[in-house]
T-cell receptor, first 113, second 113 residues
Framework: ETGVTQTPRHLVMGMTNKKSLKCEQH?????MYWYKQSAKKPLELMFV???????ENNSVPSRFSPECPNSSHLFLHLHTLQPEDSALYLC????????????FGQGTRLTVV | KNQVEQSPQSLIILEGKNCTLQ??????????LRWYKQDTGRGPVSLTI?????NTKSNGRYTATLDADTKQSSLHITASQLSDSASYIC????????????FGQGTELSVKP
């Protein structure tokens, strides 16, 4: 285990549903990230939080809404998603934003129907 | 064109054999280069991390090399095991992009008995 825990592991939701993905780490890290991994594609960075402040939003549609209430927890709120949003969503954390080692969670496999 | 290109896209080898995976990158300058192993449906796990000044780094049966002049890295797996079947991802930490991680698309390795 990497010390980064994501829940749920699997999620099936309709296009009109609202759901949330949760990530937590107790590694004492200050930076947390959301990535999207689609089949046969490189990981795509979605959001970065550094010391609880969002420092990066890679042109992610507003139907994805991140929340970082403290440095140990990160959420991704989902609403009115599209079938093409189906993917593996990975959370990661690192001691600091940038050059330090990143540890990934197991991911949430999201299917939008 | 992605800044980190991996080859081959997929590889099948017999248990006990060695193999080498390639990574070519254009990211410059960079802070470090990492190799991750990702089992199906799980998050990536770090294998090695090398700074720009390092040429080689080993982790058990995994040995990574780095040639910063030619902007190439390789991951050599010795005496492969069935559990080595996974996707191997090369990641470059872009120094001039705020430490952003640039991911390759991965090499899918399958080890057969």
């Amino acid at each position: 285990e990497t010390g980064v825990t994501q829940t749920p592991r699997h999620l099936v939701m309709g296009m009109t549903n609202k759901k949330s993905l949760k990530c937590e780490q107790h590694l004492g890290h200050n930076a947390m990230y959301w990535y999207k991994q689609s089949a046969k594609k490189p990981l795509e960075l979605m959001f970065v939080y550094n010391f609880k402040e969002q420092t990066e939003n890679n042109s992610v549609p507003s139907r994805f809404s991140p929340e970082c209430p403290n440095s140990s927890h990160l959420f991704l709120h989902l609403h009115t998603l599209q079938p093409e949003d189906s993917a593996l969503y990975l959370c990661a954390s690192s001691l600091y934003r940038g050059t330090t080692e990143a540890f990934f969670g197991q991911g949430t496999r999201l299917t939008v129907v | 064109k992605n800044q980190v290109e991996q080859s081959p896209q997929s590889l099948i080898i017999l248990e006990g054999k060695n193999c080498t995976l390639q990574c070519n990158y254009t990211v410059s300058p960079f802070s470090n280069l990492r190799w991750y192993k990702q089992d199906t449906g799980r998050g990536p796990v770090s294998l090695t991390i090398m700074t720009f000044s390092e040429n080689t780094k080993s982790n058990g049966r995994y040995t990574a090399t780095l040639d910063a002049d030619t902007k190439q890295s390789s991951l050599h797996i010795t005496a492969s095991q069935l559990s080595d079947s996974a996707s191997y991802i090369c990641v470059v930490n872009a120094f001039m992009q705020g430490g952003k991680l640039i991911f390759g698309q991965g090499t899918e390795l399958s080890v057969k008995p």
